[in-house]
């Protein structure tokens, strides 16, 4: 299991960013990057000066996909890597964080955990198999990862931020769909998220890693389409369930990353950071 598409193209130059914001002289590490919102956030990343290690299962990235992250990084003097692996798996996990933390030219001082699925079934119906396999990717997946993480900052001993996808599922009920795995599995990452910054956060041995987490709100991408699709007016009704009366789109999503990655956010942890149009206030 190695890497693939390691981009090497010069020193980190000088960012337009802010100190408050910008991401230089770090690596940051991201788990299921070949999505649509991991795609855009491995460009953000680059943008912001950090050097990116994108992961997925997949064995290679699709190269149309790709080539523009190639492209960012050649723009930006950002390495830009690509590494498959199975966050269910704790060997998998293993290897690839060593792998990172020996080849990454920069401490790694950050990680985003996207890697997620979901599912749909009634509760008096769900298949035992499928709701272990939302909680070993979307749980356990996301602990190993962490735990990996949070072990390379201590070794290098750099202090870090560990950002995490929850959801608003994770707070309240899906209408017009059953995903009572997923925002169970949901609910689980905010909670996990809460413990890991009690303990990493002054451990009196260690600079702190700061763990906080993101709940976006309902997302139109191609994922969702087929369930707008199979179920009439759920669309609309997600819409109409929030203040501004329309889904995100993955750029939305992007500068939460940031804030939390960077120093700017220096004074948060244990944090929600929820981006849901308002859906769970009213």
Not at 6 to 30: A, C, D, K, M, Y
Not at 66 to 74: E, I, K, L, N
Not at 205 to 233: D, L, Q
Not at 252 to 259: D, G, I, N, P, R
């Amino acid at each position: 299991m190695g890497f693939v598409g390691i981009e090497r193209t010069g020193v980190s130059g000088q960012h337009p960013n802010s100190s408050l914001f910008g991401l230089g002289s770090r690596t940051i590490i991201l788990t299921g990057g070949l999505g649509g919102l991991g795609l855009a956030l491995t460009k953000t990343l680059l943008e912001h000066g950090a050097d990116v290690i994108n992961t997925d299962l997949a064995e290679c990235p699709p190269a149309e996909s790709w080539s523009p992250m190639r492209a960012v990084a050649d723009q930006t003097w950002g390495q830009l890597q690509y590494v498959s692996c199975d966050v269910t798996s704790e060997s998998s996990v293993a290897q690839v964080f060593k792998q990172a933390e020996d080849t990454a030219r920069y401490p790694v001082r950050g990680l985003v955990t996207l890697a997620g699925i979901s599912g749909r079934s009634a509760a008096i119906d769900y298949k035992l198999d499928a709701f272990k396999n939302i909680m070993e990717v979307n749980v356990i997946g996301t602990f190993l990862c962490a735990q990996a993480a949070a072990r390379i900052m201590h070794r290098q001993m750099v202090g870090g931020s560990i950002v995490m996808f929850a959801s608003m599922s994770g707070t309240i009920v899906n209408k017009g769909v059953d995903t009572c795995a997923y925002n169970t599995s949901k609910s689980a990452v905010l909670q996990l998220a809460r413990n890991l910054a009690a303990e990493l956060g002054n451990d009196g041995a260690h600079p702190p890693i700061r763990v906080n987490t993101i709940s976006p709100g309902y997302i139109e991408t191609p994922i969702t389409m087929p369930t707008f699709n199979s179920v009439p007016g759920l669309k609309d009704l997600w819409q109409g369930g929030n203040m501004l009366g329309r889904l995100s789109s993955v750029d939305e999503h992007q500068a939460s990353v940031v804030f939390l990655l960077a120093d700017g956010s220096s004074y948060m942890t244990a944090s929600d950071l929820r981006a849901d149009a308002g859906h769970c206030a009213w």
